[in-house]
């Protein structure tokens, strides 16, 4: 029913910036799919959600990507983004584009897109 498509992961040295994008098919809106965010999962630890965003616009972030990640979808697009900005080499993960009615977003997930910073 709903698909998420991840792209513009790569790799970045420390201090540079990726954009990822995430396209959504499907009747998110038919289903009340409201939020949508991006997870990241680093090697050997768990999945975390990193930033999310409602249908609305509000969004909410964790402490350590404050300042420095953006999140913002554009509706008509079913699209998500996910700015990132000063990376750095802890930010290197696998990044997760995910939605649900409600937050934490969990009902749908993408395949994933790498990310990696180098020192």
């Known amino acids: 029913q709903v698909q998420l498509v991840e792209s513009g992961g790569g790799l970045v040295q420390a201090g540079g910036s990726l954009r990822l994008s995430c396209a959504a098919s499907?009747?998110?809106?038919?289903?009340?799919?409201?939020?949508m965010g991006w997870y990241r999962q680093a090697p050997g630890r768990q999945r975390e959600l990193v930033a999310a965003i409602t249908s609305g616009g509000s969004t909410t972030y964790v402490d350590y990507v404050k300042g420095r990640f953006t999140i913002s979808r554009d509706n008509v697009k079913k699209t998500v983004y996910l700015q990132m900005n000063s990376l750095k080499p802890e930010d290197t993960a696998v990044y997760y584009c995910?939605?649900?009615?409600?937050?934490?977003?969990?009902?749908?997930w993408g395949q994933g897109t790498q990310v990696t910073v180098s020192s």
């Open positions: 499907g009747s998110i809106f038919r289903l009340n799919l409201n939020v």
């Open positions: 995910a939605t649900g009615a409600s937050s934490p977003p969990r009902s749908y």
